[in-house]
């Protein structure tokens, strides 16, 4: 390996000629296989970052077997060798323009971790992240107000599709009295858990922002996230977080947690008030229980994963006459109606798949599996998973079916009841009211 002077990764370009880099591997790649017209292969990734940057780089084949069990993720790297082409956004997720091909020529020296680069944050307020646009990346510091057990989602699509993915889903906070959910994939999901009780600090270089349910984040596979880091503005917010917000209350920008964006109701304000009788729907929150699950009709559909539109089956196949082409396997989608009660009465609710599983803590394939089977399971899954408290975002809006106009009420979002975030809303509600 060269010794000579090393050059930053935002610098890296395809002029550059004998270049050499030196930074930490954040992210590896499992072994895939492909094929094409020539035939078929193997290939990993990485990703490498330092305090300019990131970049992606890829092994194929005699590369791929050479380098696959030597190269060891958050380990620091000197690299030299490559071939720099133009990068693909649909498959990089690095901020780099240009991405690497690995070949028999690139060198690797394992370094000592004295040697790692000074990663650069350039953190947002939660503030800041209601006014970002969906899909951008960013980094952030936030508290750690509450770890959720790790769910799973069905991979939709894709060679992968059919398998379930483990993720974790957590609150953060910051001084600006903002909540934001964030989701946490593959390895990064066991960077903390539900039994946290710390409220630690995290940094996360590279997440990215979501709009579902108002705006969320989501950690990548070339996210950095660091737990506590030493730097000034994460003790900041420590102190900040003991001495005062551990007691305040927040306002979610995700529609979760601690604060609602949308106005709370009740169930007998959901028709006192007429909500959803407007020209335009009416969002609000509900804090409630579900008390029936309505099973003995329709509570799911087949669908084509790909489209989500509806299927039937047709021999050994399933046709989608959206597509007009007829599929080997179909997906059990959740369409749910469903009475959820409070203090003030009951309401109707549909939901839909992903609140489905929500609720039900099950897809609705293996729910179908289960009834098809005969197994007392089937019923038992509903009666398991009443009087849960949740807080409910829904949406009413009228429609109109047969010539018959009434008020619909949908479930957005349903999210396990925060005891204490509760609490501190009572109690701020109580100050607010006296003056205390």
Request: with cysteine; proline share 3%; charged share 25%.
């Amino acid at each position: 390996m060269s010794t000579g002077p090393t050059i930053d990764i935002s610098a890296l370009n395809m002029y550059n000629n004998g270049w050499t880099i030196q930074g930490r591997l954040t992210v590896k790649s499992a072994m895939r296989t492909y094929k094409n017209a020539r035939g078929e292969g193997r290939l990993f990734n990485i990703d490498l970052m330092d305090s300019s940057g990131d970049i992606r780089g890829t092994f194929f084949n005699d590369d791929a077997d050479k380098w696959f069990t030597t190269l060891v993720p958050n380990k620091v790297y000197k690299v030299r060798g490559g071939t720099i082409k133009q990068a693909n956004p649909q498959f990089n997720q690095t901020k780099s323009d240009v991405e690497i091909t690995f070949n028999r020529d690139t060198t690797f020296e394992a370094l000592p971790d004295s040697l790692a680069p000074q990663i650069q944050f350039s953190f947002r307020s939660i503030a800041d992240i209601e006014k970002t646009d969906p899909n951008t990346v960013i980094d952030v510091l936030a508290i750690v107000q509450e770890a959720y057990p790790l769910g799973s989602v069905t991979v939709k699509s894709g060679a992968n599709a059919g398998n379930q993915i483990a993720k974790r889903d957590v609150m953060l906070v910051d001084q600006g009295n903002k909540t934001i959910k964030l989701t946490l994939w593959d390895d990064h999901k066991n960077i903390v858990s539900e039994d946290t009780t710390t409220n630690p600090v995290i940094a996360i270089k590279g997440v990215r922002v979501s709009d579902f349910g108002g705006r969320s984040l989501s950690t990548t596979r070339s996210s950095l996230v660091e737990l506590n880091p030493d730097l000034p503005e994460a003790h900041a917010l420590k102190g900040w977080y003991e001495m005062q917000g551990s007691s305040s209350t927040f306002q979610s920008v995700s529609g979760m947690g601690g604060g609602m964006k949308d106005p709370r109701k009740t169930c007998a304000a959901i028709r006192d008030e007429q909500l959803g009788h407007k020209e335009k729907p009416d969002y609000f929150t509900l804090r409630g229980w579900v008390t029936y699950f309505k099973h003995d009709g329709t509570w799911n559909y087949a669908a084509n994963p790909d489209t989500k539109k509806k299927v039937v089956q047709q021999g050994d196949g399933w046709y989608d006459e959206a597509t007009e082409r007829t599929i080997e396997r179909c997906e059990r989608r959740y369409v749910l109606s469903l009475s959820a009660s409070d203090h003030t009465g009951s309401h109707w609710f549909s939901a839909f798949d992903d609140q489905g599983r929500a609720l039900l803590k099950i897809s609705a394939d293996e729910l179908q599996e289960l009834k098809d089977s005969g197994s007392s399971q089937f019923e038992g899954t509903f009666q398991a998973n009443v009087f849960r408290p949740y807080i409910f975002k829904a949406r009413a809006k009228m429609e109109t079916w047969q010539d018959e106009s009434r008020v619909k009420c949908t479930l957005m979002e349903a999210a396990p009841l925060d005891w204490k975030a509760g609490a501190l809303e009572v109690r701020k509600q109580i100050q607010e009211e006296f003056g205390i």
